[in-house]
């Protein structure tokens, strides 16, 4: 189990007295015991909350790599801990966790399809044929039956089978009340779900219409039922509405709203402890569940989980959640408000100077060295004293870069331009390239016959099928820099970019079109196949909407309006899950 505890916020004072202030202000003011649980994967994550978990005599294995099995886990009695296997993975770690436990039962979750017959065999040999059991349906609606039927529940809440949140979310407070979980489709409930609920109580339903539809309620109508629902605007805040039925507790669980194994294998000991697990994004804690920490006051707030599923700025928002501003400090990895000029030296004895931010502009602190800071801003790398700043809130900053829009479909149609388009837009919202126009910059673009790392591949002009056309950000990047001052960002966070734009500076954005899912296909790059994404498409990052948590987006693309300005905005948990997919993009300063 990994245990850091990092401070962050608002100072107005010298480095040197910054511990003095924190434990003052620990002292004086809310501030919970923050940790995490995590392994170097989901697996060894599960392996670490059964540590934790008291009753063991009964222990589940799911498969890691889908949630629909393990979904209606919580419905079986006791606190279980949940392990994952992968089919193609030996479950070496988990068959030696389980000698330590030495449980009295081992259930499957789930068919062969979800854990193989070698895997249950291999339970078998170690621990008895009689203590393995494997509960499955046809299929997770169906399976989630045979799990009910098996704790003998005698209430159910029904949750979203074409979707894990809810359900997750769910699980304490469905212990805590002695129900089971059921899955639903969205608009319909599957004939043997609504056959099981015939001589049951009322049931409840978890989430919204976009979960589970009024259809689902009709139907619950139809059969003589009066169906609650537990919801709230989006899954952050269904599991707030979910947290809110039960009284609060000194314990609280932060998962991911964006991935499913940490919060799944730890249902169990949110279920022992009867505390409710609360979702964040990877990045930045809601506004919301942070309002709901500071009414409540839990003692200890466990995070699931490694960095990159919930990031250091969601662990500091967090240690930091009940301490004004003005009694907080930083750590390396935090960004940084400035609210006075700051001068920038090369080194810590500040004999020569490099570079300044300016009052309100955001830097990056890559480390801290007695009392010094120091600040990546603008690509520039450098030392500073004691200054005067504030951390970085996502939650109250926003941008939007004005400036020239630049389409790829007019004046002039140049289908697979759009890297161009997106990186020459970026371009001119600095004050360079005004006068450059979309064929122009393309006519001077390096090119290449087949490796898109060497610069674009084949004509801008045509399709031409079985060839990767397009360009990465690090020639693109160095063509850029003969108009203007550009940097290849590819592989920084997610929140660096987000400082880039709160700075003024736009973002051409490697992405995939209408922000679909990724349609991969094989191409041969001139010494070896490389796999590309078919759907491509590349946009540009002007602003940022932080009541929204949304990014605003400048598309070269719009065929259905050539003529118009073509903005848009899109979700920050979107733009997250696009940009893991390569990681590319590319500022001008």
């Given at each position: 189990m990994k245990k850091k505890i990092y401070l962050l916020g608002l100072v107005f004072l010298a480095l040197g007295s910054l511990n003095a202030s924190t434990k003052a202000a620990a002292a004086e003011y809310y501030q919970p015991k923050v940790s995490r649980i995590a392994g170097k994967n989901r697996r060894d994550t599960a392996l670490e909350v059964s540590k934790f978990v008291k009753e063991n005599k009964r222990v589940l294995i799911a498969r890691d790599d889908d949630y629909a099995d393990a979904l209606s886990a919580s419905s079986l009695q006791g606190n279980s801990p949940i392990f994952l296997v992968h089919k193609k993975i030996a479950p070496t770690s988990v068959l030696k966790r389980l000698k330590e436990i030495q449980p009295e039962e081992i259930i499957l979750l789930g068919g062969e399809t979800a854990?193989?017959?070698?895997?249950?065999?291999?339970?078998?040999?170690?621990?008895?044929?009689?203590?393995?059991?494997?509960?499955?349906?046809?299929?997770?609606?169906?399976t989630s039956l045979k799990i009910n039927n098996f704790s003998n529940r005698k209430s159910f809440y029904i949750a979203s089978g074409e979707n894990y949140p809810d359900a997750l979310s769910a699980t304490s407070l469905a212990f805590k009340k002695n129900a089971g979980i059921l899955l639903s489709r969205q608009h319909a409930l599957p004939a043997s779900i609504k056959n099981s609920l015939e001589n049951y109580p009322n049931p409840t339903l978890i989430?919204?219409?976009?979960?589970?539809?009024?259809?689902?309620?009709?139907?619950?109508?139809?059969m003589g039922k009066t169906p609650k629902r537990i919801f709230g605007r989006n899954r952050y805040e269904t599991a707030l509405a979910i947290a809110k039925e039960s009284?609060?507790?000194?314990?609280l669980f932060i998962a991911s709203g964006e991935n499913f194994p940490d919060a799944l294998t730890a249902s169990s000991m949110a279920s022992q402890y009867n505390a409710p697990i609360l979702l964040s994004p990877g990045n930045t804690l809601p506004v919301s569940v942070g309002n709901y920490i500071k009414a409540n006051k839990p003692k200890e707030i466990i995070l699931l989980g490694g960095e990159t599923v919930l990031s250091q700025n969601v662990e500091n928002q967090l240690k930091n959640i009940g301490i004004p501003e003005s009694r907080q400090k930083i750590e390396a990895g935090a960004y940084i408000k400035i609210t006075k000029d700051t001068p920038l030296y090369k080194d810590k004895t500040k004999t020569e100077q490099i570079h300044e931010v300016p009052a309100g502009k955001f830097a990056y602190v890559s480390k801290i060295e007695g009392n010094f800071l120091s600040l990546k801003y603008n690509g520039v790398s450098g030392y500073s004293g004691t200054l005067d700043y504030s951390?970085?809130?996502?939650?109250?900053?926003?941008?939007?870069?004005?400036?020239?829009?630049?389409?790829?479909?007019?004046?002039?149609d140049i289908p697979m331009a759009c890297e161009s388009a997106a990186a020459l837009m970026a371009l001119k919202r600095k004050g360079y390239a005004m006068d450059v126009s979309l064929p122009a910059f393309v006519s001077k673009l390096p090119k290449t016959s087949r490796n898109p790392e060497l610069g674009f591949v084949g004509d801008p002009y045509k399709v031409v099928s079985g060839y990767y056309m397009t360009i990465n950000p690090k020639p693109m990047t160095a063509y850029a820099n003969t108009y203007g001052k550009a940097q290849d960002l590819s592989g920084s966070s997610l929140d660096y970019i987000r400082m880039e734009l709160l700075n003024g500076n736009p973002i051409a954005f490697w992405s995939i079109y209408n922000f679909n899912n990724p349609i991969y296909?094989?191409?041969?790059?001139?010494?070896?196949?490389?796999?590309?994404?078919?759907?491509?498409?590349?946009?540009?990052?002007?602003?940022?909407?932080?009541?929204?948590k949304e990014y605003i987006v400048a598309d070269p693309y719009n065929p259905k309006s050539p003529k118009n300005i073509y903005e848009y905005r899109v979700k920050e948990e979107t733009i997250e899950r696009i940009y893991k997919l390569q990681k590319y993009a590319m500022v001008i300063r």
């Open positions: 854990i193989s017959k070698e895997h249950e065999q291999l339970f078998i040999d170690t621990f008895g044929k009689e203590k393995v059991k494997r509960l499955f349906g046809k299929d997770r609606y169906e989430g919204g219409e976009s979960a589970l539809s009024s259809q689902v309620a009709k139907e619950l109508t139809a009284d609060p507790s000194p314990v951390v970085m809130n996502p939650d109250q900053e926003s941008s939007y870069i004005s400036g020239p829009f630049v389409s790829q479909v007019y004046p002039d296909f094989n191409y041969w790059n001139g010494t070896a196949i490389a796999r590309g994404i078919d759907n491509a498409h590349s946009v540009t990052l002007v602003g940022y909407d932080a009541k929204g």
